[in-house]
């Protein structure tokens, strides 16, 4: 059989699939639910096979849903602009109607028949729960089968690896992935989506709240259906134990001008490539053109030392989640001895040197790193890097080596930062490079999911997007 072909993507011209601006003809009989999931369901026969998204489907239930959606849209009573939307559904989080086997050799086979938080809220709003989508293993590094729609050569990042390729695959309008470092937004800018990690405990995470840096948030062709997704799951499941719900309004906040943002380069600078860079500089360029104020490290001594308060998240988030994980992990592995992969393993062996000590220094790091955050909450309006350190990388599972093989899903230097402050960030598909995508990151306070969705939706709609290399 040949081999997969390449699908060069140009962030000027690709038209990702998207649900909401299709609600009047839904309402006049034009469309349906029921046509629009067909329409789903053949593009997943076609494309399933490269990208293998998926890692549960029942079409079935997807059509009976769909038919349910469609009766009560020409009723003219659907339960919200999301009815009918198929929604896929990282293989993370529980599904009654799905089994839910965390990507590892361990679970398979575990259908627990229930329902996280966000997707019983999901189905509260009539959206079709369409499938579980491929996960790294147990939400860590070690990639599943999922590969990227706009090369099969290369990693659609992780571990939303599914949910990020069934929404660049157009199999879906929307997908749930979930992120401790760096799991919603790099395997979103690597396959050109939408996608909002929302503040720390705004979407309420339901049985996934083993680790405090963990959050769900949503993939999506559209701004539109990114925060529409968001906001109908907060408002039905609110926010994780002890927190406030995302806030905003019923439907996309309205475009707003950052009169002046950050620029931050981050640990990642040292890592991107060169025309990924260049590209990101014409994106900056824009902003200026347009009367928009930069502040960067070189230019602001506050933005300087926001730098700095940053520059160590990679290895402050990656242990504290190491710390946290590790019983569940050990208990795992002794219940299941060989069916844990050996990246999860060193992790545990890792953690297991570590100290209760350790990890209350660690916590006192990301203190000190969120205080100075908040502290720059005056010194502009958000601020603005890129998502991930230039286009996916090439990933062959069967090369020797493999399994030792650093960052096989991709590097997540650009989003350890907010994860550690538990900030809101939305990546736009903004540039590509070398026929691949490249994202750029608008990073808010926390609590402003809402501002940073209008701001990212202005520079959406009123700069251009970069094509490079």
Request: glycine content about 10%; aromatic content about 6%.
């Amino acid at each position: 059989m040949d081999a997969p072909a390449k699908t060069p993507y140009d962030p000027r011209t690709f038209r990702a699939l998207t649900y909401c601006d299709l609600a009047d003809d839904f309402r006049s009989g034009k469309d349906s639910p029921r046509d629009f999931v067909e329409r789903c369901l053949e593009t997943v026969k076609e494309r399933e096979p490269a990208v293998k998204a998926f890692a549960s489907l029942n079409e079935d239930a997807v059509r009976q849903a769909a038919d349910e959606s469609s009766a009560r849209w020409k009723a003219g009573k659907p339960w919200s602009p999301l009815d009918g939307m198929p929604v896929s559904i990282k293989d993370l989080l529980e599904t009654k109607d799905h089994p839910t086997q965390l990507g590892c050799e361990a679970f398979r086979g575990n259908f627990p028949k229930r329902d996280n938080a966000a997707v019983c809220a999901l189905r509260q709003a009539g959206a079709v729960i369409f499938g579980k989508t491929v996960t790294a293993e147990l939400g860590g590094t070690h990639p599943g089968p999922t590969t990227n729609p706009f090369d099969p050569a290369r990693t659609p990042g992780g571990s939303s690896s599914g949910s990020a390729a069934a929404v660049a695959a157009r199999m879906t309008p929307a997908a749930i992935g979930s992120q401790v470092g760096g799991s919603i937004i790099r395997p979103a800018a690597y396959c050109g989506n939408f996608a909002l990690k929302p503040s720390q405990g705004g979407l309420n995470r339901g049985e996934r709240m083993a680790t405090s840096l963990s959050t769900h948030g949503p993939h999506a062709g559209s701004l539109r259906d990114m925060w529409q997704v968001a906001i109908e799951i907060a408002k039905r499941a609110g926010g994780d134990r002890g927190s406030n719900a995302l806030k905003g309004p019923d439907a996309a906040p309205t475009e707003q001008k950052p009169a002046r943002l950050m620029v931050l380069e981050t640990a990642g600078w040292a890592r991107t490539d060169e025309v990924s860079k260049a590209a990101f500089g014409e994106i900056l360029g824009q902003l200026k053109s347009a009367g928009v104020e930069l502040a960067d490290r070189k230019s602001d001594k506050a933005v300087d030392g926001l730098e700095a308060a940053i520059a160590e998240a990679d290895r402050i988030a990656t242990e504290i989640t190491l710390w946290e994980n590790r019983w569940s992990w050990r208990n795992w592995s002794n219940e299941h001895p060989g069916k844990i992969c050996a990246r999860i393993m060193k992790g545990v062996e890792k953690a297991e040197t570590m100290t209760p000590a350790d990890y209350e220094g660690l916590l006192a790091e990301r203190l000190t790193a969120i205080d100075v955050h908040k502290g720059a909450q005056g010194l502009a309006d958000a601020a603005i890097t890129l998502s991930c350190p230039g286009p996916a990388p090439l990933w062959d599972p069967t090369a020797p080596g493999a399994d030792e093989a650093r960052r096989p899903t991709g590097d997540a230097i650009f989003n350890y930062p907010s994860s550690m402050l538990g900030a809101p960030v939305v990546t736009l598909p903004m540039i590509g490079v070398g026929g691949l995508p490249v994202g750029v990151q608008i990073m808010g306070q926390p609590g402003e999911d809402a501002k940073v969705t209008a701001l990212a939706r202005w520079v959406y709609e009123n700069l251009e997007a970069v094509c490079a290399g």
